[in-house]
């Protein structure tokens, strides 16, 4: 049997519909294309901001303590420069205590001994004082020599004492907080036993300020 040709007018159609889906085809795919590369440009810029965001938490979150670490310092060490002021009043009230011989503090009937106790006592309130504000007095009798925390001013040969123990306090130190006010001034003993290692007087963590 004889197939019979498509006429002109069916093959233009049928070459039109072919080019149609053609271009339809070719659409899509620039469409799917194009919405390919826009998701990976909001990919890219969702991934920038978050990471904008995360370093912009980061920094408050430094900012936050640090912020914190100046409050807690300004609470302790504010009052620094009128504790310093403060030491002078309290030596010289020490000075006049010790001024007075032992044996005039003895006699009981020494009209000189209310005086005595009532210069020991403002000299109590205002240690107390200062101690209310953080400031705390360094009696480091029998204790090891720290360089940090004490300033030897002589040495004594005292054998029946650890060697580099502080044996005189000539002058007490201070500390506020953390860091020292005012090293000691101490007499060192030398010429006894080295201390055993564990076996020292920790004095506690100090900064020279």
Do not use: C
């Not at 300004?74 to 007075?100: C, H, K, Q, W």
């Not at 004095?203 to 300020?209: F, I, K, L, N, V």
């Amino acid at each position: 049997m004889t197939q019979t040709p498509p006429r002109p007018e069916q093959a233009d159609a049928e070459n039109n519909a072919i080019e149609t889906d053609e271009t339809l085809a070719g659409n899509v795919q620039d469409e799917i294309t194009a919405e390919a590369a826009a998701i990976a440009e909001l990919e890219a810029e969702k991934r920038d901001l978050k990471d904008k965001l995360l370093r912009t938490l980061a920094e408050m979150e430094n900012l936050r303590r640090r912020t914190e670490r100046e409050i807690a310092d300004a609470r302790a060490y504010g009052v620094t420069s009128f504790a310093r002021d403060m030491l002078t009043p309290v030596d010289n009230i020490r000075r006049a205590i010790e001024t007075i011989p032992a044996e005039i503090r003895e006699q009981a009937d020494n009209p000189v001994k209310p005086f005595l106790e009532g210069i020991e006592l403002t000299e109590r309130d205002l240690i107390k004082t200062l101690e209310r504000h953080g400031v705390r007095k360094i009696d480091p009798v029998d204790q090891k020599f720290d360089p940090n925390m004490h300033q030897a001013m002589f040495e004594v040969e005292d054998a029946s004492k650890p060697h580099g123990t502080v044996v005189q306090v000539i002058q007490s130190g201070f500390v506020i907080g953390e860091r020292v006010l005012r090293p000691a001034m101490v007499g060192v003993s030398k010429g006894g036993p080295k201390l055993a290692a564990g076996n020292s007087t920790d004095t506690g963590p100090a900064t020279s300020h």
